[in-house]
């Protein structure tokens, strides 16, 4: 299920606000619900609010859900229950008050399964839903009911809730399942080569068996650090100990991680880069969620540039046929958006109510879009996507003024070699400093 | 940047008051009746532009001269232009916060974020009758940087780079703006898509004539 469209009458900031989740005419897509979507603005927009607005309407809405019906495409045109009033269209289209507003989301699909219909193990069930706030890392070990955010069926989950041993105990459970038949494997191979008077083609074959079994069997543990996990963990001089040695209770307790050369990192000690990486991942390596909205508030905190740059695309490679949501300030995270995905909210000046900036020219087709995020540098996303007005620190202007005085002083013919020379080092200097371009043709000449 | 003649007064009627003046009222932009009239003139007398950047901040079809009636401007329906108006020495807008001779039109982040109430040297003052561009300042059309003429002794060279600084000339976004805007320009003439005489340049004029003078070598 995917969200086509949300529209909000009036929520604080919001007021007749509308947004288009589709793609745009001219795309492949066109008309279909955008994969994912990026909101960005200035502080107190109402990004972190359009999240939550859009969580809780799932959350809302998997509550009549799950009271209702068995489909949301069986339902009759209106209906209300519990305070939640629904209108169904052709194109399933949804509204719903609650709290004391109207916000409507146009959505995509089949509709929603009840909660019945599925498993209540929560490695099996597929969410609606899925929110990572901005700060569920800070949370992590310190919430005692695991379950406090999560409705019985496991359809929606605050991430804010949901602590690291719990998510690494589902992990794990699949990880002990495998050891188990591990051992079970290498126990055979071990009883034939025990046998009086073996014969090698026996043990050959019984070692091939092995082999083939490892071959069908992957190792949870290893997949997850070779597929995922190590790709972003390396770049820490980290990596997951894939070893499943069960020496003693703490390595049943949690993911292993160990320095490139092999030193345990216990999770006390771990960066809270590393953390938000562990604990992003392993849910939705966990649950592998199927066309559900992902909701991530902030996904660059406590992460270096390089891997703000594989974030976005690694999150899409560990889920399918999801709906993503971000939240961010990060031009590098908006830089994995085509222009149709990133959504950017501005103040009106004169009434204060917040509106979407946007980047195309009179129709809404690909070719009219003006401002592409893919295509633009980093300082450039920064000063054309994110407004911001310099591309420096004001003293670079001065330093600048500085080396255009300078190149037009070493153009002058009656100055001495010794202050040529004066001039050019300092010349030299200042434009290392600077990262001032030192072109030895003009091409206007 | 350009120099700036002021002498041509379409609004007769601020300018009467303002000479007649023994003292400034105290400034106030939202309640003095001829605040249009000074500024509407100001954009005619710069054509539109923003006095320091050279940004386009007004369209021709508001600032000319049809726009006056009996020395008044009379403010279409439909007005909308960019910008303030600047009180160049910021000292006098206590006094004299109506004279015609202190004020310009300005970008209003030149205006509020740079230049704010920072002293001012009166050499790059683009109204005075000996301002001369093209003898005060250089231009690197590399990095699309103004500088003042290394030809000039050190002490006017500081005095002018201080006053750029402070006028927002290199700064951003402007400073990109422009290298944009002129690049196209200048490419659209080199690849012989417009000639100099026909191009049409509606901003950073200034900066326009220094490239074509390196471009033509003279």
Redesign the interface.
Known sequence: MKVKELYIKDYHQFEDFRLDLTYPEGHPKAGQPLDKVCFIGQSGTGKTSLLNIMSRYFYNLHFFNRMAATRLSDMRDDTTVDGISMKFQGAKHIESSYIDNYISLALDGEGIFIANALSNEFHRCNPVALFFPVDFTNNVGTLKDVELYRDEENLFLFFSGLNYGFIWQKINEQIVQYREQQIEQSLAVSEVTKKIGVKSEEILEAAKKYQEWEQQNINPLKDLADTFLDRILNKFNLRVNPELDFKKIEDVKAIKIETLDGHEVLYDFQSTGTRQVLLSMLPLYTLKPNRTAIFFDEPERSLYPDIQKEIVDIYTSLTTDCQFFYATHSPIIASSFEPWEIVELKFNPKTGKVYQELYYEGERHVDNYTINPQYLRWDDILQRVFDLDSEGNEKRVKALMKLATLESKLKKKDITSEEKEKLWNEYLKLSKLTGWTTRMTNEKN | MRKINKTTILSTAYKNWEEALVAHPEYDSSKNKYYYDVVMNLFHCQQGLCAYTEQLLCTPDFYEANNWVNGKYQKPVNWSVKGQLEHFDATKKQKQGWLWDNFFMADT?VNT?IKRNNSVHEILKFDRPDYDEFQLL?Y????H????N?ELDESD?EKI?EM??ILGV????V??VRAEYLEMK?RSI?LELDTWEDVKINQFPTAFEF?KR??MNY
């Open positions: 982040d974020k250089e690197n059309s590399n990095e940087i103004f500088i003042a290394t060279q780079n750029l600084f290199n700064h951003e976004p400073r990109t200048l080199l490239c390196e471009i």
